[in-house]
């Protein structure tokens, strides 16, 4: 379909992209495409994490043991007619490397957020689970492999100049930063991005996710925030980050120090948001 638009953000967890996802689903005649590598990582290793009492809890994730890389390889690209605008959000990591398993057809964006306050926004989202399998869960390499897949996809696949957003710089003027994203991947922008429906016990209608997050999101409400949501806010007492002045366990704090370097390689070719 020549008049289809394929969109795929990559980001590091507790970026602000599952609300960046219900703003661009806003598009008329769109479809999300919600962390399929989630799926593929818990079926190639998920039952390797430690603990087996907090996994009772859960609803029954074995609904779907057959998706693997090359089966989301082959979901990003199927046709999809009558959809104008195909969107995607993954966590880098989930690649395990595999640049080649890419999807064609993409123009690719990054997301991410500083390393403090996503690291411990992520632990904090864990909260569910024991510490030994909420350390396996927060993700030890994030910032390092959306360096990885940025520098492939600037060399390797030839995207000029990806964008790079600061969820900071989204959340202080989303609707500057939304219009020069469109703007910037050739998308139309209007005034309808900045504000959503909630959504409450099931996703919202035009998206696709794996059936292992929509149980998540029923059982611990690992969504909530983003699907309750009406738009953009500033609000730290719901960002999930921790503050300055709170003790931070020195294995996330030496998980915030590995991040840096790749965080401000990336900052510094993120989209100057000047309105």
């Known amino acids: 379909m020549a008049t289809q638009k394929r969109v795929l953000v990559w980001s590091t967890p507790r970026s602000l992209s599952t609300v960046l996802m219900r703003a661009l689903s806003q598009l008329p005649d769109s479809l999300i495409i919600h962390e399929y590598l989630l799926l593929v990582g818990f079926n190639e290793a998920g039952e390797q994490l430690p603990g087996t009492e907090w996994k009772s809890g859960l609803s029954d994730k074995a609904t779907e043991q057959g998706f693997n890389i090359k089966s989301w390889k082959e ?3 199927q046709p ?42 992520h632990w904090k989202s864990l909260s569910y689970f024991p510490d030994d399998a909420r350390f396996s869960m927060v993700k030890p390499k994030s910032f390092k492999t959306l360096a990885g897949v940025y520098d492939h996809v600037t060399t390797t696949l030839g995207q000029p100049a990806p964008v790079v957003l600061d969820a900071d710089d989204l959340l202080a003027q989303p609707a500057e930063a939304l219009r020069l994203l469109c703007q910037s991947i050739g998308m139309p922008y209007s005034q309808d991005l900045l504000r959503w429906e909630q959504v409450k016990g099931e996703s919202p209608s ?7 997050l929509l149980s998540n999101h029923k059982d611990i409400g690992v969504f909530k925030s983003a699907f309750e949501s009406t738009c ?44």
């Open 80 to 121: 999809y007619p009558g959809k104008s605008f195909i969107l995607g959000k993954e966590f880098s990591d989930g690649l395990g490397g595999r640049m080649e398993m890419i999807p064609e057809g993409y123009t690719h964006v990054f997301l991410m957020r500083h390393p403090f306050k996503s690291i411990t926004s």
């Open 75 to 77: 979901m990003y690209e």
């Open 206 to 212: 035009n998206w696709l996710m794996p059936k292992m």
């Open 232 to 275: 953009f806010h500033s609000n730290q007492a719901t960002s999930g980050a921790a503050k300055e002045e709170d003790a931070i366990k020195p294995e996330l704090q030496q998980l915030i120090q590995d991040a840096l370097p790749y965080y401000n390689y990336l900052y510094e070719h993120r989209l100057i948001i000047t309105g």
